[in-house]
């Protein structure tokens, strides 16, 4: 029966990233107890996860030669690996065991020798204390101040530090109260926000209600990319206090001939898509008089032929809300022409 008197030694270096690698050392005797002396011997190690028939994560085997006392020295995850990579292994995931094998004639003919806890090294307790303790004093390279709080030094961040792509065109990285950051739009200013700002110009004619779409962000107006240009919606991307603005250029492309009825207030609009709720409303200007002529009276009530509809409100809203502006004829078939309106809504 064989007999090896094991060793492990794992010594504390000096550099900052921890190696990947463990010194190992063993002296190796025979089934009589002499140590085997300038001699080849192969040696089998395997990682075991949480137990000592814990699953493997790592073999490796070492052909090595031992000294003028038997000594033997290995460093392990520097051998032969047979299965898994010695740098896959999360060593802080649960307790890891060593498994130790030999062969003493240098062939494959490995015997289970034992399997033992791997315990902290001193490089471990070098990282664990002192060696694993915040920075303290002046920062340097790209950080400037003194630690614990440093900040990013003048010129430090750079494009080729920055990966490409990965940001939108012409926006700014911004973060909210809750440090969440997002991609915005710059404004006028020079600061950012979250909300956009878009127009229509000579909208077609419109005798029944309907949805405004179809909007350019042309500078000086300016997107967040949570409006859609195309069909005039906006998606809330945070909850919070929105400022809403809207203004309608409109005319009409007929002639008034009929009265519109007493209960009807055409107006513009700006509300949530689904379930259809107004967040804020500007009623088109209608002329109502009661005129007493000398063979009677002459009731007219009719909406200007042209005028500004002004449509604002401050609410608080909901992450996923979506809103529009829309035209509400309220039962009036009289043509509508908008011939210039602009839209907007900004977070505050």
């Known amino acids: 029966m064989l007999l090896i008197a094991l060793l492990i030694f794992a010594l504390a270096a000096a550099a900052q990233q921890a190696p990947q690698k463990i010194n190992y050392q063993t002296v190796v005797r025979n089934a009589g107890g002499a140590p085997v002396i300038n001699q080849n011997v192969s040696l089998r190690f395997s ?58 004639t240098g062939g ?20 664990g204390s002192a060696g694993g303790a915040p920075p303290t004093g002046a920062a340097g390279g790209n950080l400037t101040g003194t630690y614990p709080n440093p900040t990013i030094a003048n010129n430090a961040v750079t494009n080729a530090k920055i990966s490409s ?6 926006q700014v990285l911004t973060a ?5 950051t997002a991609w915005q739009a710059p404004t006028a200013g020079g600061g950012n926000t979250v909300g956009f700002s878009a127009y ?16 350019s962000v042309n500078s000086p107006y300016y997107s967040d990319g949570n409006f859609n240009i195309a069909t005039g919606v906006y998606t809330v991307p945070s909850a919070g206090t929105y400022a809403i603005s809207a203004v309608v250029n409109y005319t009409l492309t007929g002639p008034v001939t009929n009265n519109i009825g007493a209960g009807q207030f055409p107006s513009f609009e700006v509300r949530t898509v689904s379930p259809p709720n107004i967040m804020a409303l500007g009623y088109i200007p209608v002329f109502n008089i009661n005129y007493s002529l ?38 009036m078939t009289l043509p509508v022409q908008i011939f210039y309106s602009s839209f907007a809504i900004r977070k505050l």
């Open 47 to 104: 990682i075991l996860e949480g137990s000592a028939g814990g699953a493997t994560l790592y073999t490796e085997t070492h052909a090595t030669t031992t000294n003028a006392f038997g000594l033997a020295t290995v460093q392990l995850g520097a051998g032969t690996p047979v299965t898994g990579t010695f740098a896959a292994i999360t060593w802080n995931s649960a307790a890891k065991f060593l498994k130790i094998e030999a062969d003493i």
């Open 108 to 127: 494959n003919n490995y015997t289970d020798l034992s399997t033992v806890e791997m315990v902290s090294t001193p490089y471990a307790l070098y990282a």
């Open 165 to 170: 792509g990965t940001a939108p065109n012409g």
């Open 176 to 180: 909210d109260g809750n440090g969440n």
């Open 200 to 215: 229509l110009s000579f909208y077609p004619q419109m005798s029944t209600s309907y949805q405004l779409n179809g909007y």
């Open 294 to 331: 000398t063979i009677g009276t002459l009731p007219i009530r009719a909406p200007l032929e042209g005028a500004t509809v002004n449509v604002t409100g401050t609410v608080v809203l909901a992450a996923g809300d979506q809103l529009a502006l829309y035209y509400n004829n309220d039962g």
